[in-house]
Nanobody, 115 residues
Framework: QVRLVESGGGLVQAGGSLRLSCAASGSIFSINPMAWYRQAPGKQRELVAAITSVGSTNYADSVKGRFTIARDRAKRAVYLQMNSLKPEDTAVYYC?????????WGQGTQVTVSS
């Protein structure tokens, strides 16, 4: 079993920054792909950023140039640095990991950007 715990969400004004963290624990077999997703009210969950086991990254077009995903292998953690935040970034942000062919999700952390 794998547990993912997110932290770092909150309320910020437009143009501000937040750093989300996700700590993984449990039966983790290797350095796994990890990602951040988000879900705004009334919308489907969408991929925000992902990082592979070798460190390659990809981003949603809407966050390119503003968000950065990074990982700490030793700590089994993944981070999302969010700069130049916009009201449309308001959502619950979820950490995601694929481990042993199974997909795991954290409980989510709320990010609210005021205009």
């Amino acid at each position: 079993q794998v547990r993912l715990v997110e932290s770092g969400g909150g309320l910020v004004q437009a143009g501000g920054s937040l750093r989300l963290s996700c700590a993984a624990s449990g039966s983790i077999f290797s350095i796994n792909p990890m990602a951040w997703y988000r879900q705004a009210p009334g919308k489907q969950r969408e991929l925000v950023a992902a990082i592979t086991s070798v460190g390659s990254t990809n981003y949603a077009d809407s966050v390119k140039g503003r968000f950065t995903i990074a990982r700490d292998r030793a700590k089994r953690a993944v981070y999302l640095q969010m700069n130049s935040l916009k009201p449309e970034d308001t959502a619950v942000y979820y950490c995601n990991m694929v481990n042993g062919g199974l997909t795991y999700w954290g409980q989510g952390t709320q990010v609210t950007v005021s205009s």
